[in-house]
């Protein structure tokens, strides 16, 4: 049995020497045959040289570098593409992500689950961090109808079935817990312990957790579009009411002249509505544009240690 470990590499340059000895020490407590993939998104730092020399004393280490920045779910992405192991376990650099819990992840796999998502008990995250991440699962729960929850990100064990059903997905947004959830197979969670930063700070952005969010809205849900049509309907239905009530007023006697502040009030609205979703229709068309020019996820810009397999 082999296990891989997949971990995105973004200004992890303080973090990669001791990432490398504690994976190491809990994966070959389990397995002597593993591997660790650390993939260099672009990282403006001196991760890349870190990669190589651990790559040069360690033939477990096989390092990826992307051609450009893709982004950390991409960078997952392709890691998972050359991953050989039976187990994979995907993890951040910074080692908030516990390495010794791969030992209690498998654990929980071995009981006969396929995917086992670590659950962070206790996050040891600063309060806008955590309130950042609280308000994009809240918003990314709601817009795609799926229950995330905001102690579950990337870490966790996956079986073999479970990577190669997500690489046969063609979708050009990539978020790695949406893909997990979807191909489905037996899914559990392992409550872990979660490690405070101790050195640099996140890369994640309120804005950038906003812009994710929105990315998968539109990558996995419609549900926007729904909520305009509901609206919009909405907006009829009154409409309609309100032009009843005023036809019964006028001819009652109650109202002479209808207001003009009020149409104007009325035609301003509606019009706002109608840009509004058209800007939303307009974002769908942009990612279909996106998707059907069938560009890869990632391209590689250089391997360190790598073999090609039989598999």
């Not at 063609?170 to 312990?193: A, E, H, K, L």
């Not at 309120?206 to 994710?212: A, M, P």
């Not at 974002?283 to 598999?311: A, D, M, W």
Request: glycine content about 6%; proline content about 3%; aromatic content about 12%.
């Amino acid at each position: 049995m082999k296990i891989s470990v997949v971990v995105p590499v973004y200004y992890g340059e303080l973090f990669l020497d001791e990432l490398h000895e504690r994976v190491k020490a809990a994966v070959t407590s389990i397995t002597p045959d593993w591997e660790l993939l650390l993939v260099n998104d672009q990282s403006p730092d001196n991760s890349w040289d870190v990669i190589r020399k651990l790559a040069e004393k360690d033939p477990a280490v096989k390092g990826i570098r992307l051609s450009r920045n893709f982004g950390q779910h991409y960078a997952i992405t392709a890691g998972l593409s050359r991953a050989e192991g039976d187990w994979i376990v995907v993890m951040d650099c910074d080692l908030q992500d516990v390495p010794e819990e791969i030992v209690r992840l498998y654990q929980k796999a071995a009981e006969g689950y396929d995917s086992v998502f670590a659950r962070r008990t206790d996050r040891q995250d600063s309060w806008s961090k955590r309130m950042s991440s609280k308000l994009f699962y809240k918003l990314f729960s709601f817009l795609t109808n799926t229950r995330m929850d905001a102690s579950i990100a990337n870490f966790g064990i996956y079986h073999r079935n479970v990577i190669r059903a997500i690489l046969q997905l063609g979708d050009n947004i990539r978020y790695f817990p949406t893909m997990v959830q979807w191909v489905g197979f037996r899914q559990t969670t392992c409550s872990v312990r979660h490690d405070a930063r101790s050195k640099g700070t996140s890369s994640y952005s309120l804005w950038k957790l906003l812009k994710l969010a929105g990315d998968n809205m539109i990558a996995f849900s419609d549900k926007p579009l729904r909520i305009f049509a509901t609206l919009g309907l909405c907006i009829s239905a009154t409409s309609f009411l309100i032009a009843l009530l005023y036809t019964v007023l006028f001819f009652t006697g109650h109202i002479k002249v209808l207001g003009f502040a009020s149409l104007i009030l009325s035609i301003w609205f509606v019009g706002g509505i109608l840009m509004l979703t058209i800007g939303v229709v307009g974002i769908y068309v942009g990612k279909i544009f996106s998707q059907v020019k069938n560009r890869p996820s990632f391209l590689i810009s250089e391997e360190l240690n790598r073999e090609v397999s039989p598999k």
